[in-house]
């Protein structure tokens, strides 16, 4: 594990790439049922532990005036949301280590899911074996982002540009569905050959009802955290008025999913393995609570510490928003058709048109000329999605 930074923006910087890189791996230990995974998320907790105890003392240490202490608290609002998070994710690993049961329906619904985990086997004399993940530039070609490697019993957790994959390394990633298929064939690894799809048996049962919204729950919340994180670097009180408005949602969803959980254990022999259904939505309102959390500055007005800002524009997943220019090659067509994820690696969180945003746009929307959007994603995007967008980058995001 390397040093940890020593001054407040690097750690700022550092939690929020930690707790984002536990929700990923949580998430994937669930798919994967694997304790291994599981373990690491544990190990990434007391990394974020360490790192949000030096926060805290360093920004006590540099209230040196009212004026500092009310901009301080805002740097430990956010602070103890981003532990927060890690401690949500932390939650949802534990599902997989004791045992509380996870569905087959939700295992089948996790790839239909906006973003889901992937792992892949590079095999050798693949264009990946040999290569760097900069050269491979994979968020960009894929949309898909590492966020792990395997060297036989060797985890990597923390993967650099510079780290090179062999053949026998196994590469875990996050992303879209859709990018699964060119990873594998990067990679040298057989095509997934899915089974056709059942021939629907009427209604839908009260477990399906209550996976379908927990999926929902996820994208929800892990949306909200990107609005928050963009509410606060473009000190938006829109987009923090909308980040509000989906935790108001996650409430009702997390009522209504309790009600068919409830209905569901009626039908079961062992009702017990559905206590990892509502684990994981507790987990997923515990994580649109903290992005609520984060947003209060912005709702009240209050000044944003520039450290904050500068903290949130240098993470290894960043947050941009650039504004679609009339006739560019984005203008008129919908998102299915620019295919941002896989072919820029940029994931688009929301949409500004006329002042009201539309967040999680489908993949039927069609932009205009002048609607802003924000976007999330590896900074290897940022060229390849602003010349779509006919804008001009004019230096860091």
Not at 264 to 277: P, T
Not at 330 to 341: I, R
């Amino acid at each position: 594990m390397r040093e940890r930074p020593r001054n407040l923006k690097d750690m700022l910087a550092e939690a929020k790439d930690t707790s984002e890189l536990m929700v990923d791996l949580a998430y994937a230990a669930l798919f994967y049922n694997s304790e291994d995974i599981s373990e690491e998320v544990f190990r990434l907790e007391e990394r974020l532990n360490d790192l949000v105890f030096d926060m805290r003392t360093l920004a006590i240490l540099a209230a040196r005036s009212p004026a500092d202490s009310e901009q301080m608290a805002g740097i430990l609002q956010v602070v103890q949301d981003i532990e927060k998070i890690g401690n949500a994710a932390n939650d949802i690993a534990k599902i997989v280590v004791k045992r509380l049961g996870i569905p087959r329906e939700l295992l089948q619904d996790i790839p239909d899911a906006e973003e889901t985990p992937t792992r892949v086997r590079i095999h050798s004399g693949s264009e990946l074996d040999g290569s760097s993940l900069d050269d491979a530039d994979l968020p960009t070609e894929t949309g898909m982002r590492p966020i792990a490697i395997r060297s036989d019993d060797e985890w990597n957790f923390d993967p650099e540009p510079e780290d090179v994959l062999r053949a026998g390394d196994v590469l875990f990633m996050q992303g879209p569905p859709e990018g699964v298929a060119e990873v594998r064939e990067l990679a040298g690894a057989a095509a997934v050959v899915h089974a056709p799809a059942a021939e629907p048996a009427g209604e839908l049962t009260e477990l399906e009802r209550a996976v379908d919204i927990l999926i929902e729950m996820k994208n929800l919340s892990e949306v909200a955290v990107g609005l928050a994180y963009s509410a606060l670097l473009y000190y938006d009180a829109g987009l923090a008025r909308e980040v509000v408005a989906i935790e108001n949602e996650m409430d009702e969803m997390r009522y209504r999913l309790e009600r068919w959980v409830l209905l569901a254990a009626r039908h079961m022999e062992d009702s017990s393995r559905l206590r990892g259904v509502l684990h994981l939505a507790t987990a997923s309102e515990t994580i649109a609570d903290c992005a609520m959390e984060m947003v209060w500055i912005v709702e009240k007005g209050e000044e944003v510490h520039p450290v904050l800002s500068a903290a949130l524009g240098e993470t290894d997943e960043i947050v941009m928003k650039l504004t679609v220019s009339p006739g560019s090659p984005a203008d008129g067509k919908t998102l299915e058709d620019l295919q941002l994820e896989t072919e820029t690696g940029m994931f688009a969180l929301a949409v500004n048109r006329g002042g009201r945003w539309t967040y999680r746009p489908r993949d039927n929307y069609v932009l205009k000329g002048d609607d802003s959007l924000l976007f999330t994603g590896a900074p290897e995007g940022l060229e390849p999605i602003a010349d779509l967008f006919g804008q001009r980058l004019e230096g860091p995001a």
